[in-house]
């Protein structure tokens, strides 16, 4: 029988971590990789491949992990994932592949680490010998560098298309890099995981915004094949009283400035962000837990997080929550923020909440917060940071005129492969709203295999 618990992986202690964009989590060595690898019974039916969105063997580089075999093990990673070690730091295995681990099903057992694992292989940083099929006079743009875009974009170079990515940013990763913080995913990484896109051929276009910069049509006319994964960007407010005050933020706006422009190097970089002692973040996804744990960091001396369900309907990541409260975070639970209070020179200066109950569950399987009468009363707070969502850039309303949105504003494509209409494909937050990294990668690989199918037809 396997060991029942998973080998712990290393942290900074958080007395540290919390004045430094360090990376928290430290990996494993190879001893405790190897120890861990050894807890897979490597079942026959292999559950985990099928709760993974892109289908990795699971079995297989956990097997070659153990046998010592790093590059066959990285080369069975690469087949299936074209950034391991992002995918190794950031994917809620939890809910995935781990969720239907046979160890785990164990009693008193926990799953496989599969996603330590996953990272650990990926951090060895293996060369391996890009392996392209013979060259196909198909052209492929694809619109947007985030992880629906790069996982499109290396499967079909894998394939031998020619692909060109346009991207609106001066660098690639989308909301790997202007949305994560350093702490949970150093730009290192993904900068090394592009390179490999890279190295396959894939040619990059930066500081493109399709629609704005350069016509949709231009780019649909001289390509064979247009897969868009522009992801939905642009902010969501709460709109309630006083939210035009000053020192409101969006998660966006605010994460984005720390990230791009590199305030987590102050003073290094004199990047225009806000430091307030007293801050509240609404909101309880993971975005939530990186504004949080963001503001932390620059210096504020209080963070709050507000929201309007309990802990048990939190869609973060366990391990992230777990961080910010080791990190001093304050959580309110049940608790909605109904109009911003300022002073006389517009500054937020607090927040009116009432407390909420559960009632019935809604149409998302939660049970629906239902304010409590006579349960009103102020926080105080010098500065909020909205994380509630995120929706489509309005750019695809004008920019974008031959492709159907539906009543949210995102493009309105086929689940099955992404297909908008000919020629023209889409996936990742831009189709289905706010999602994981691994869904959106797991978009653009049914996308991939549409589009290859596509062009050869033709």
């Known amino acids: 029988m396997p060991e029942k618990l998973k080998v712990k992986m290393r942290e900074l202690d958080p007395s540290e971590r919390v004045n430094s964009f360090e990376e928290v989590a430290l ?8 120890a861990e690898a050894d807890r897979c019974l490597q079942c026959k039916h292999k559950p985990c491949v099928s709760g993974c969105p892109v289908g990795i063997d699971i079995p297989g580089f956990i097997k070659a992990l153990r046998e010592g075999d790093i590059k066959e093990s990285t080369r069975i990673l690469k087949d299936a994932n074209n950034l ?21 099903k164990i009693p008193g057992s926990e799953p496989v680490a599969i996603g330590r694992l996953e990272r650990y292989v990926a951090d060895q ?37 020619s692909v060109t990515v346009f991207e609106a940013f001066h660098t690639a990763g989308g909301v790997l890099v202007y949305g994560i913080p350093e702490f949970r995913l150093p730009k290192e990484i993904v900068a090394r995981e592009v390179e490999f896109v890279k190295d396959l051929g894939v040619e990059f276009r930066f500081n493109q915004v399709v629609g704005r910069t350069i016509p949709f049509e231009e780019i649909n006319n001289e390509y064979d094949a247009v897969f868009i994964g522009i992801g939905a960007g642009a902010p969501r407010f709460m709109g309630i009283p006083g939210s035009n005050l000053n020192n409101i933020f969006s998660s966006s706006e605010y994460l984005t400035r720390t990230n791009l422009m590199k305030a ?6 004199d990047t225009p962000v806000k430091i307030k002692d007293r801050v509240a973040v609404i909101g309880a996804g993971n975005v939530t837990m990186d504004a949080a744990r963001t503001a932390k960091r620059l ?17 973060a990541r366990i391990e992230e929550y777990h961080h910010a409260v080791e990190e001093g975070i304050v959580f309110h639970w049940l608790t909605l923020p109904t109009e911003y209070i300022g002073d006389v020179n517009n500054n937020v200066i607090g927040m009116k909440c009432v407390k909420m109950a559960l009632g019935e569950p809604d149409s998302s399987g939660r049970r629906r917060p239902i304010p409590i009468e006579g349960s009103e009363f102020v926080m105080d707070t010098e500065m ?12 695809l309303k004008t920019g974008f005129p031959t492709v159907r949105l539906n009543k949210w504003g995102s493009i309105d494509a086929e689940e099955s492969n992404g297909k908008v209409i000919e020629g023209v494909y889409a996936g990742g937050d831009i ?25 050869l037809r033709k």
């Open 84 to 104: 391991p070690a992002i995918c190794g730091r950031v994917c809620p295995q939890e809910k995935q592949c781990e969720a239907v681990c046979v160890v785990g």
């Open 431 to 455: 189709v289905t709203g706010s999602a994981t990294v691994i869904e959106a990668m797991g978009a653009g690989k049914r996308s991939a295999r549409a589009i290859k199918a596509y062009l």
């Open 299 to 315: 210096g504020a001396k209080e963070v709050h997080v507000v929201y309007r369900r309990s802990e048990e309907e939190m869609p």
């Open 125 to 161: 940083n293996v060369s391996l010998e890009t392996r392209t099929k013979p060259p196909v006079s198909k052209r492929v743009a694809v619109i947007g560098a985030g992880p629906a875009g790069l996982t499109v974009a290396a499967d079909l170079a894998k394939e031998g298309f």
């Open 384 to 395: 909020v940071i909205e994380a509630i969502g995120q929706t489509p850039n309005a750019v």
């Open 264 to 269: 987590y190097l102050f003073p290094m970089y």
């Open 27 to 34: 990996g494993y060595t190879k001893d405790e990789a190897i």
